[in-house]
């Protein structure tokens, strides 16, 4: 099946720093990634849809401005966390959409997910 | 709004034993859903897929039942083995993008 990884697979940084996320389709094209977040016993979130070559489109109550999503290429997007706080602690999942030969059926991977700590 | 609730939180059960993990969803016009599965620290991983249009899938010893009309489905675990040890997911997706995730069923399978 397809392959999404993930790096780093775990981060800690101090407070007010910036950390960036990467997210690879290993061997296929995604058009669309999608950046979700996991706090502590909680569900995961979707944060936000970035497609190749566009802005990322933002969930509500997520700060743009706070996680920058580029992605720059059909295999690589990138969320970076600027001035990251205690509170940005948490499991970031990245999950990348690929279409079928026939383009009939969609199907989404998930990568290994990143564990930040902010310190 | 979109929710998914999914019951019980955790479930600890003997080896060998079948279970089912519940989830219920309260939108009904659904595009698919999946269950996944998602050990400590780790990502997710996809165990089952239903289309709006089919009851159930079987995939070894998970088989997962779809209704639409009352907004549920069910996870079914049979001959449960320490191995299958792990966080359950419900997801459900309205279109192409967003998955609504429930908060998980933490199965602990006992030796």
């Known amino acids: 099946g397809a392959v999404v990884s993930q790096h780093p697979s775990r981060v800690i940084c101090k407070s007010g720093t910036s950390v960036k996320i990467e997210c690879r389709s290993l061997d296929f094209q995604a058009t669309t990634m999608f950046w979700y977040r996991q706090f502590p016993k909680q569900s995961l979130m979707l944060m936000a849809t970035?497609?190749?070559?566009?802005?990322?489109?933002?969930e509500q109550g997520v700060e743009k401005d706070k996680f920058l999503i580029n992605h720059a290429s059909l295999t690589l997007s990138t969320l970076t966390v600027t001035s990251a706080h205690p509170e940005d602690s948490s499991f970031y999942i990245c999950?990348?959409?690929?279409?079928?030969?026939?383009?009939?059926?969609?199907?989404?991977?998930f990568g290994p997910g990143t564990r930040l700590l902010v310190l | 709004k979109q929710e998914v609730t999914q019951i019980p939180a955790a479930l600890s059960v003997p080896e060998g034993e079948n279970l089912v993990l519940n989830c219920s969803f309260t939108?009904?016009?659904?595009?698919?859903l999946q269950w996944f599965r998602q050990d400590p620290g780790k990502g997710l991983t996809s165990l089952l897929l239903i289309q709006s249009s089919q009851r159930e899938q079987t995939s070894g010893r998970l088989n997962a039942s779809l209704d639409k009309s009352s907004g549920r489905s069910t996870l079914y675990i049979a001959a449960s083995q320490p191995g299958d040890s792990a966080t359950y997911l419900c997801?459900?997706?309205?279109?192409?993008?967003?998955?609504?995730f429930g908060s998980g069923t933490k199965l602990n399978v006992k030796p």
């Open positions: 939108d009904s016009a659904i595009y698919n």
């Open positions: 970035s497609n190749e070559g566009s802005k990322a489109t933002y």
């Open positions: 999950s990348a959409r690929v279409r079928t030969v026939t383009g009939s059926q969609e199907t989404q991977y």
């Open positions: 997801a459900v997706q309205y279109n192409f993008n967003k998955f609504y």
